[in-house]
């Protein structure tokens, strides 16, 4: 999730608890100022009906009389001790709108003329639930229409201030430090932003310059570690050649021939893996899947004649992906050359290429024999042999996994019905 909408949403959520809890506030502080208002003007009533009646005693008044709003119910003496004054609400049915509307009414118990009475006095309700509701509705829409007003303000201003940050981050995704120039960052007037230019600036260039130093030092290095092993090599292939060598220092000196030949060929091996670490390759061109695997398939002829091995191909038509030509065929070379030399006599190598993928499967070393387990994963680990073979270095499925993740490809191994299968995602 984007930054920018992670936090407006997140605002907007804050937003709508603060406008469900205003709401509630509201609606209570109005019902209770409406009440208070009613009940003001019930006791108001109370006390100017009463003071009127004290001060006119001929003036008639009748218990229930239904043309006023208030009502006398005579009492005892003992009800009169235990009086209270209460304010309740009340349904009253009216029949010119047949139906129930609201009252509000006083209950209180009063000395008149030598006698007791309780009192009613009734209100009507002003049709508080219905105006308050009506302004609960009208004020809500309103704060609905100015939350929503901030929020599209908000996201317009949060885009165009965080407008830099996420220039620079598309700036930091695409550089590749291969690149001899590091992109321009863009201008800002907002502090925290510049910090970060220059701070992002600094930091690449001092990454810059530890990894053309770490380049330069492996190309030299391998390059200098070239040239004394095809010297020793040359020089001990001479050697072997004079006739006044016995035979045990004739073989002494075709394993050390052999043994620098190993060295010459895991240098080679190691400065390949750091350039595609360091993607040294261009991942633009158009591969043909089908042709490299068919060309790479004559150069273990020996082997499937040696273990009489049956191989089985099933080749689907037009697999062009994108990449890199030589880093392909080392990936394929790598995948064919594992499932051929860990293979068993009379073994199997099924190939298949469908749906943008390629799949290898090989039948692998008896269990008996390795006496080994293989480490699932270790699999892609570099110099990880199950096998006791002098001629590998463990490092060919670390290459084909390196090569995949480089070039935005998806490598798995997993195992079915006793057979080992490496497949390629080209997605």
């Known amino acids: 999730m984007k930054l920018l909408t992670y ?67 005579l009492v005892g003496e003992a009800a009169f001790q235990e009086r209270y004054e209460s304010y309740t609400d009340t349904l009253i049915y009216e029949p010119v709108d047949d139906e129930f509307d609201e009252y509000r009414m006083l209950n209180t118990f009063v000395r008149l003329h030598g006698k007791h009475y309780r ?16 302004i609960a509705i009208t004020l809500g829409s309103l704060f609905l229409a100015l939350l929503l007003s901030f929020y599209v303000s908000q996201r317009v201003i949060s885009r165009k201030i965080w407008g830099p940050f996420f220039e620079i981050l598309e700036k930091l995704r695409l550089f590749r430090f291969d690149k001899q120039e ?41 390059h200098e570690m070239q040239t004394p092993l095809s010297v020793i090599q040359s020089r001990l292939e001479g050697l072997i050649g004079q006739a006044e060598l016995t035979q045990e220092q004739a073989e002494i000196v ?28 261009l991942l633009s061109e158009q ?45 394929v070379q790598n995948l064919l050359k594992n499932a051929f030399l860990h293979n068993r006599e009379n073994g199997t190598v ?25 480490e699932k994963d270790k699999l892609f680990s570099r110099f990880y042999k199950q096998s006791g073979n002098p ?14 993740d480089t070039s935005g490809w998806e490598l798995h191994y997993r195992e079915e019905e006793g057979l080992h299968i490496f497949e390629v995602d080209f997605g």
């Open 119 to 134: 009192l009613e006095i009734i209100k009507p309700h002003l049709e508080a639930a219905e105006m308050i509701g009506t």
């Open 182 to 222: 590091f992109p321009a960052l863009p201008s800002t007037h907002i502090d925290e932003f510049r910090m970060l230019n220059e701070a992002v600036n600094e930091l690449t260039r001092k990454n810059m310059e530890v990894f053309e130093s770490q380049k330069q030092f492996i190309e030299n290095a391998s």
């Open 350 to 374: 099924n190939i298949q290429t469908k749906e943008r993928k390629f799949m290898i499967a090989n039948t692998g070393h008896e269990k008996q024999e390795t006496g080994t387990v293989l």
């Open 7 to 73: 936090t407006s949403r997140i605002q907007l959520l804050y937003f709508l608890m603060l406008f469900g809890i205003f709401s509630i506030l509201f609606y209570l502080v109005l019902s209770w100022n409406v009440l208070q208002n009613v009940d003001e003007v019930l006791y108001n009533r109370k006390v100017n009906l009463l003071a009127y009646l004290e001060q006119n005693p001929e003036a008639p008044f009748k218990e229930d009389n239904p043309l006023d709003d208030f009502t006398f119910y």
């Open 254 to 281: 075709e394993g050390i021939i052999g043994s620098t030949q190993r060295l010459k060929k895991l240098n080679k091996t190691l400065l390949l893996l750091s350039k595609i670490e360091n993607r040294q390759f």
């Open 287 to 331: 591969v043909d899947i089908n042709t490299i695997i068919s060309r790479s398939m004559e150069y273990y002829e020996e082997q499937k004649a040696a273990l009489n091995i049956s191989v089985k191909t099933e080749i689907q038509n037009n697999l062009i992906v994108q990449g890199n030509t030589m880093l392909a065929e080392i990936l």
């Open 391 to 404: 001629d590998t270095w463990g490092l060919g499925l670390a290459i084909a996994r390196k090569i995949a």
